[in-house]
């Protein structure tokens, strides 16, 4: 069995929410794996698995909207322990620890040290659909779409086989690529949808405008997660931090309105939820996830806060639910069994792709 460095991005919870269930997999297959993570990451995963603790960058937003500078200097205050972890990692996790393969997802630093020692390198994520993947994309887009390519490739710098988790499906720009359906919670697989009459709105935190809007829909019910409040305003009302508590109301909805991350859009696409993408201003990411939606007709793309918009999603929930019925709503056994033959007679396929790569 091979010995495995997993690289965690501690932004938000899908990375380390998808990590859990690929690290479980490869432990039940006698592999020894150390993760490295931080943040919400390494939050989520310490207690259950053998968790190196690093530095990591970060997004900050005000109002839905990226915030350049804002990110810019919290991140630029983060260098000085980020040089000290990476020292830490080289000595502790690779010299001492000597793995056989690094898996990242969209974690920098064990990427990078996978090429210093020379090790196979497999990224598993949805980020690397926008470097590999054919897909459409607006012309408004095509400036930040160039950038964040830039930013995919400095931060997971060639790797030897990319597993990409996708809910539209373009061409593979190489032969190393492979596309399966998004990676999902067993909480999510196992949980039977049902239609409550609520709406879940999942908002960063000073998105007032938004919630402004939702006032004028009276004959509605909206669960607001998100501000970390437990109260009511008449319609609205607000729930405090719970997973399960998420769940249970993201899987009894007729609707979801929220920002348009990977892993929420996906789990609620999962459900057969219809969705109202907020794509948080200046996130490439989340703007293309949204623009995706509204060409695969399972919701709609809000990119600015508009009464009648609102009022058009709600009306055309049942023909999105419709439409939700041709998703692709797959387990995780594809992506869990390429894995497994990368990974198989001490990493063999892995090297093999790796040495292609090499010469």
């Given at each position: ?11 938000g919870s899908g990375h ?8 479980t997999h490869l432990e ?332």
């Amino acid at each position: 069995m091979a010995k495995i460095v997993y690289g965690v991005s501690g932004e938000g919870s899908g990375h380390s929410s998808r990590a859990r269930e690929m690290i479980t997999h490869l432990e039940k297959l006698g592999h020894t794996i150390k993760v490295v993570s931080y943040d919400r990451g390494y939050r989520n995963l310490k207690d259950d698995f053998d968790v190196f603790e690093t530095e990591g960058l970060h997004i900050a937003s005000s109002n839905n909207r990226v915030s350049k500078v804002k990110t810019f200097t919290e991140n630029l205050q983060r260098l000085p322990r980020g040089q000290q972890k990476l020292q830490a990692l080289r000595k502790n996790i690779f010299k001492i620890f000597q793995p056989d393969c690094v898996l990242t997802d969209f974690e920098p630093m064990t990427a990078y040290l996978a090429h210093h020692y020379h090790l196979p390198l497999i990224s598993i994520d949805n980020q690397h659909r926008i470097r590999y993947m054919t897909y459409p994309c607006p012309t408004r887009l095509q400036k930040e779409r160039r950038m964040t390519v830039s930013i995919i490739r400095a931060m997971v710098p060639r790797p030897d086989v990319s597993l990409v988790t996708t809910f539209y499906y373009g061409e593979a720009k190489n032969d190393r690529t492979f596309f399966f359906p998004p990676i999902l919670r067993q909480s999510v697989l196992t949980h039977q949808p049902s239609d409550g009459g609520h709406v879940l709105v999942y908002l960063t935190s000073g998105f007032e405008s938004f919630l402004k809007s939702l006032k004028s829909f009276t004959r509605e019910r909206f669960m607001v997660y998100g501000y970390d409040r437990d109260e009511q305003d008449d319609h609205i009302i607000y729930r405090p931090f719970s997973k399960a508590g998420f769940l249970q109301d993201l899987a009894g909805c007729k609707a979801v309105m929220a920002t348009a991350g990977f892993t929420l859009m996906t789990e609620a696409f999962y459900l057969g939820k219809p969705y109202l993408a907020l794509p948080m201003r200046g996130q490439f990411e989340q703007e293309l996830n949204a623009y995706l939606l509204g060409r695969l007709k399972y919701g709609l793309n809000l990119r600015r806060v508009r009464t009648e918009a609102i009022g058009n999603f709600l009306y055309r929930v049942p023909d999105f639910k419709c439409n939700l019925n041709a998703y692709r709503a797959e387990g995780n056994s594809a992506i869990k069994a390429m894995l497994g033959e990368l990974l198989a007679d001490n990493c063999r396929q892995a090297r093999e792709f790796h040495e292609r790569r090499r010469h």
